[in-house]
């Protein structure tokens, strides 16, 4: 059901992780710490990790060096040559032996300004935590070394006045962090619309390529017996057994009843091996008419014949014109039945042609043309079109010419009946003005 | 008098085009364009008449393509048609059975007959009988003027 999340689409949500993991990372990376000769020539770089407890001052500090002296720091270190104090004290002791902040509270109440911790095993670098409660009191700052910056450090000779500046990382601020969660939870809150997006679409899609219950229920169902047509079917290769149910479909294709409903109700309406739809036309099932838009579509055919038989009545042997046309075009497609009736009873006595035209008034006007069976000749129909020239001298119905009758009939409930036999239509005793026709004017046509 | 007749498939494709007055290319296209939207959008129930600017056009869908031609105010529309009609007719004799490919790939015959039936704007000819007898010598004469490849003449083609 699930659509696959496109490739793309996934190695963006990792990068985005990776990237937010970076970002909040950033302020736990290692500070600097630049050891400086007499002369503030900077003579050595190292990396460096505050310690978790004691304070940790927003600007570098700068301060000589002092060894500690024991070179653990665990018990009371001698204290600083206070004599000057121009700058600042920073103590190095060793890792090992006890707790972190216990060497550090030792250079606190000794009087150094800071404390720098060397690692005795690795090049390690480790923020300082501390198991007991004297982190509370420490007061100073503390930083971390690794074991091969530590020597470097003890090798120092502490004549030449070293001073080492410990630059801080800026202390963690969520606050800088906002635009750039505000910024990620906007791309993944639209990728997820886009991906929900696109799975409601693809779900829609694929509900409306289904076959609906109702409609599987018009497909017709056979009981295969031996000799039929057909012989394995398609889905699941099996051959049909007798009795065993299938299912044909419009395009004479057969599967097992089991196979090809869970493809139709599930998947796609159409048939899996000639990909035929089952309904033409009817892939908007909330269409008005189903009827409708089903022959709609049968008629876009390019290779559909322009006049179907229904449409012409000249494959109907009388090559007359088509008078459904008119019909048609005056927009009573009720009329085209009786008209087709009418025709259908010239084929078979006399070629005369009627057609219905519903006026405003409630009159049905017949026009009724009479020829001889012997006389009728394909080419005479011409006439009509004299006949619909005639129309023009006058906006109602008038069409006078020597081959027609007009009969005028008040719309009766019968009016196929009537239109079926024009010669009952004159008898009955309507009004109509009625002229022969004249043979010679047909024959002078004719030439 | 027809001003000119069209003849344009459901998706909105010109298949013919007969101009009997005289129009600017720009103009005729841009006609053509407004008249194809119009009628397209037309339901099938819709009246087959409508007014359009100072003229009246025609119009008849047979199966897949619109027959629309434009005629003068004072001209009958039923008459147009009836001239639409026949001119299908005479296509669906002459090629038997027709449908829109058979005018996309022999739209030359199609004007033929459309000009042996109207002419000028006039209907010329009623006769389909003459139309087609016209129509046929025509093949005949193109039939022995194509030249025939060497061979073709020897039964190797």
Redesign the interface.
Known sequence: MMPDVPVHKARLCVFAVINLAILLNVPRLEATMIVLNATSWQIAKMPDAPARFGPRPSEPLHGYLAFADPVHGCTNIKGPNVTSRTLQWIVLIKRDKCDFDVKVKNAQDAGYDAAIIHNVESDDIIPMGSGSVLHDRVTIPSVMIGKTDGYFLWELNLKLNYTLIIDWPPPFNPGILLPFAIVMGICFLLMLLLLVAKWIQGYRRERRSRLSTKHLKKLPIKKFKKGDQYDVCAICLDEYEDGEKIRVLPCAHAYHIKCIDHWLTKRKRTCPICKRKLFPGDHDTDSESGT?SES?NE??????????AQ??N?RRGY?G??YR??G??I?D?SDSSSVDTVSDYDCLATPSTSVDVHGSSANTVHLIRNEDSSSYD??S??I??LA??G??QNPSIQIVDDHYEVVTTPLPADDAGSAASPEATGSKGLWGLQKNRDRRDNDTEEV | MMQFLLLFSRQGKLRLQKWYGAQATKQKKKITRELITTILTRKPKMCSFLEWKDMKVVYKRYASLYFCCCVEESDNELLALEVIHRYVELLDKYFGSVCELDIIFNFEKAYFMLDELVLGGEVQETSKKNVLKAIAAQDLLQEEETPQGFFEDHGLG
Do not use: I, K
């Open positions: 409708e709609d008629a876009t055919n390019e290779v559909a014949p322009l006049l179907t449409n012409s000249s090559s014109t088509n046309l008119g048609a075009a927009g497609a394909s080419d129909d011409h009509h079109m619909a020239v129309n023009e």
